[in-house]
């Protein structure tokens, strides 16, 4: 069993920075993809980024390339979504889920996910 809990979220303004923080604890193993998904209110869960815990590629939707940076502590099972630049269309609850996936941005891939956390843009 694998459990997820993310940090980092709350309120900035528009062209601020947040830096979201996903500690795994359990049995991870190094196949492993971390992602971050987000959903906004009324919508969908999407895809942001993820990356493989082993030889550390990295994935990131087209709106957050440039902005977004994925990285992982492998010593520490943890993973950090740097986001910087942010509009207020990046506010929505911000997932973290881990699992081995052939697909790093299909969301039912993934076997274990966090309870989220807030990320408000005001303009």
């Known amino acids: 069993q694998v459990q997820l809990v993310e940090s980092g979220g709350g309120l900035v303004q528009a062209g601020g920075s947040l830096r979201l923080s996903c500690a795994a604890s359990g049995r991870i193993f190094s196949n492993y993809t971390m992602g971050w998904f987000r959903q906004g209110t009324g919508k969908e869960r999407d895809f942001v980024a993820a990356i493989r815990l082993n030889a550390g590629f990295e994935y990131y939707v087209d709106s957050v390339k440039g902005r977004f940076i994925i990285s992982r502590d492998k010593s520490k099972n943890t993973a950090y979504l740097q986001m910087n630049s942010l509009k207020p269309e990046d506010s929505a609850v911000y997932y973290c889920?881990?699992?081995?996936?052939?697909?790093?941005?299909?969301?039912?891939?993934?076997?274990?996910w966090g309870q989220g956390t807030q990320v408000t843009v005001s303009s």
């Open positions: 889920a881990a699992g081995e996936v052939a697909g790093p941005d299909v969301r039912h891939e993934y076997g274990y």
